[in-house]
């Protein structure tokens, strides 16, 4: 189980292909849940596998026209990834962490000033999208069955184009998180 804090960014391109500026990074939150199981002897791989529930959001203005708009979005997903043990000091045990995502909308809107659109259903966020992490993490034992752990990932997502305009959109993810790794009762097994 994992908790933490969600800094996204969205990178967006209209039909001509120009960039939206003035967007800025909004902080948003993110839960998952999920399995790891070790798939060397020596506990040095372990295969992951869950289900996550980020939001993202961006906020940004154009002074030129006088407006206002921020978008807040949240995907539900299924996620696979593997976790490698780096090193380890006394207990504590460092990982690099690598997965990919499918996600898609399941809650949305846009501001634009005053007006607020649903984005459920909106070609360019209501399609399913793959986001790509990578990161590091450690993780401490708390008890014979249990570790907490503290990590970082950054992801990106792949290129969000409908299939009738030219827009794209892109986002990227910097996540921090906490949780703990439970062991199940049938598995009397170190971290």
């Known amino acids: 189980m994992e908790y ?23 902080s948003k939150s993110y839960f998952g849940m999920g399995y790891r199981h070790p798939i060397n ?5 372990f295969l992951t596998a869950g289900a996550t ?3 993202y959001g961006a906020v940004g203005s154009e002074p030129s026209v006088d407006n ?16 490698a043990k780096l090193f380890q000091l006394r207990d504590l045990t460092f990982f690099l962490n690598g997965s990919v995502a499918s996600e898609f909308l ?8 005053n007006d607020v659109f649903n984005l459920v259903g909106e070609d360019e966020f209501n ?7 990578a990161g590091v993490s450690m993780q401490y034992p708390i008890s014979s069955s249990t570790a907490i752990f503290a990590g970082y990932t950054y992801g990106k997502s792949i290129l969000i184009s409908s299939g009738e305009s030219e827009e794209k959109l892109k986002l990227n993810a910097h996540q921090f998180g906490i949780g703990f790794i439970i062991n199940l009762p049938t598995c009397y097994c170190d971290f």
């Open 106 to 113: 399941i809650r949305g809107n846009q501001t634009i000033n």
């Open 41 to 45: 002897n020596a506990k040095t791989l």
């Open 127 to 133: 399609n399913n999208i793959l986001f790509f992490r």
């Open 4 to 26: 933490g804090s969600t800094v996204s960014s969205f990178d967006y391109e209209n039909s001509q292909g120009q960039p939206l500026d003035n967007l800025l990074s909004k």
């Open 68 to 83: 206002y708009f921020a978008w807040d979005v949240s995907y539900l997903g299924i996620k696979a990834g593997v976790d």
């Open 53 to 55: 529930y980020s939001s």
